[in-house]
């Protein structure tokens, strides 16, 4: 089964960093903080265009990061941050 993003959900455009500067954030994206693409409605304002991030474009949506609902995602995508940091 092929998953699909959630609409309205955008866990995937807060909780994950992105260490590298990319249109908008010359800086990259703490984790936690929205990236400034993140429209009103969770969606990536951005999407499709060249000039998202490569993590973004590379981050395919599953169950197991995503879960059944927005909360079970934030707090996936979190959990998967903190392991990371090292």
Do not use: Q, W
């Amino acid at each position: 089964m092929d998953f699909k993003c959630r609409m309205e959900c955008g866990a995937c455009c807060i909780e994950p960093s992105i260490t590298t500067a990319f249109y908008g954030m010359p800086m990259g994206k703490p984790a936690g903080v929205p990236c400034v693409h993140l429209d009103s409605n969770f969606g990536c304002g951005i999407f499709g265009e060249p000039e998202r991030p490569n993590f973004c474009k590379t981050l395919p949506p599953s169950l197991e990061m995503c879960g059944t609902n927005r909360e079970e995602a934030c707090a996936s995508l979190a959990e998967l941050e903190g392991l990371t940091r090292g």
